[in-house]
């Protein structure tokens, strides 16, 4: 083989490689999303100000307000006496219940305790619960 063939085929891997590596290395600096307690959240704010994040707490009994006539929602979270409000639109999911466990994804508001929610994941521990109470667990 030619010295020019030799060349254009390793610019060819070059510029294919590197193009790939961009790919991947784009697509999961935009997946990575940070997991928190609501507590480890707030005292860590202007860190995560403006970044997706997820928020694990309870739901706190009483806090779910709903705009009248739409389907934005506030309610609140709460972890070790820290409180985050959460600010949604959508449906909320039927597991929903006062001191349940969620996980809230979302974007914390500069300079306020609100996170603007995109998912509400709600933790069942009904079916956890079962299988403790079988091993003499609970």
């Known amino acids: 083989m030619s010295t020019s063939k030799i060349i254009k085929i390793l610019v ?16 999961f600096g935009e997946s990575m999303v940070y997991y928190k307690t609501v507590e480890e959240l707030l005292g ?3 860190r995560f ?21 739409t389907d934005q929602f506030r309610f609140k ?12 639109s959508g449906i909320l999911p039927d597991t929903m219940k006062p001191g349940r466990e969620l996980v809230v994804q979302g974007v914390l508001v500069k300079g306020e305790d609100l996170l603007e929610a995109s998912e509400i994941l709600t933790k069942c521990p009904s079916k956890y619960e079962d299988v403790a109470k079988s091993k003499g667990g609970v």
Do not use: C, D, F
């Open 49 to 69: 100000e403006g970044t997706p994040v997820r928020v694990n707490g309870l739901l706190v009994e009483g806090s779910i307000k709903q705009k009248p006539g």
């Open 12 to 27: 060819t891997v070059l510029i294919v490689g590197g193009g790939i590596g961009y790919l991947v290395a784009s697509s």
């Open 77 to 88: 979270l709460s972890k070790n006496g820290k409180i985050l409000e959460i600010a949604y």
């Open 44 to 46: 860590e704010r202007v």
